[in-house]
């Protein structure tokens, strides 16, 4: 059954250990409050102090941004369009909030399964009329 | 962050609570063995008993064959090409195996999140040459 | 621009352009009628008379069955769960028809892009009740 | 047959035509000149004097971000993400050029089809090494 890694199951293993979740966690990137009915970016990055190899063999097939749970909105990659280097891939994603949100983003690697983010709360507060 | 349902967290529920997840759990439906190198045919199944909506506030839209931790093949759906009655939606799948499989399903509700099957292992044996 | 490819438009090339065709070039394979409000199998194989080759450097992507101008489902691979030998990659789907359909397949090809089908038509005629 | 719908094509009609064209036609923003090996931004965005609607009935589900015939990236939207309001839908890709680049996009309403942008053209000059 696919499990489903996190960064913090291997946070206290080996330096190794914790470099290889490193490299393939995602991490939702963007402001901690929002307005309702307004864009707000949100950014989902891999990796937060390595890369990760962008190869034929080895590469990050999608990213996907989860609100608790519904799935926001996927971006999937040509590897090829992102050089053949390591990289901490990003994927960029505009919304519109309508209440709070608890972000979450989850990426597939084509050789080590599928990681999930932490959660990230977004405060969209009720605006006076 | 989006939770993994599955059928059997709510199987010893009250009869509506096993019927909601009955509706939603996938299936895996095929052979248990398989030869290597030749056409497989895999059935992901939409519930046992039960029946989905298939409307435009409340359908499946995606569902994902994976095997072990790889994404074997995904199919998304317009739920308007299956009409407006409940049904048991179904993703076909041909694969050719090169090894065992242990195949888990996971699909996608607008409505209500994340569902994961029991896994299915398919026994590929090495054949005499 | 990415042009739409079609086997129609190879056909009285040379012998290697039309079999370069040929191995690309998505067939709709179905029943000419259909019953309305019941399941009915369609499915979309790559060539006619060739097979594509299947490796990781050039391989399918993805398969999408059209209604004329609304995208009805599509199934994404992963190239490794079809072995490395040359085939006719097959996608299957299910649908349940509500009116007659105009089928096209669009497939892509990660080395020679977007080819389409010819279209098929499915004569769904109204019942009587 | 899914026909390829583009703004040109509707430009010298009726204004209510060219303001239905403009509401669906995907354009794509971005640099003139990238730097190869280095992250670029491509924005794609639909419509440009008009906003399409966002409802359940009648929405934008996908964008493409095509260099000639390769995809380079794909993103989808879940419509409730996106607010209730007409809007202009972004995509937002990073990607790292290893030449120049001929983009178009491609987006898909759930009610009008697939839309295709005019090609921009990026250079990405060889750099002294």
């Given at each position: 059954m696919p499990r489903i890694f996190t960064y913090n199951a291997f946070k206290n293993h080996s330096p190794k250990a914790s470099a290889y979740a490193d490299k393939h966690a995602p991490v939702v990137v963007c402001a901690p409050t929002a307005e309702r009915g307004l864009p707000f970016s949100v950014t989902v990055r891999i990796g937060t102090n390595q890369k990760h190899p962008n190869t034929m063999e080895h590469h990050f097939c999608y990213i996907q941004l989860w609100d608790l749970e519904t799935l926001v909105a996927e971006t999937r990659f040509d590897?090829?369009?992102?050089?053949?280097k390591p990289l901490q891939i990003e994927a960029q994603f505009t919304i519109i909030p309508q209440r709070s949100l608890r972000l979450t983003a989850m990426a597939y690697c084509n050789q080590h399964g599928l990681w999930q983010s932490e959660e990230f709360f977004v405060h969209a507060p009720i605006q006076d009329s």
């Open positions: 590897h090829r369009a992102l050089g053949d």
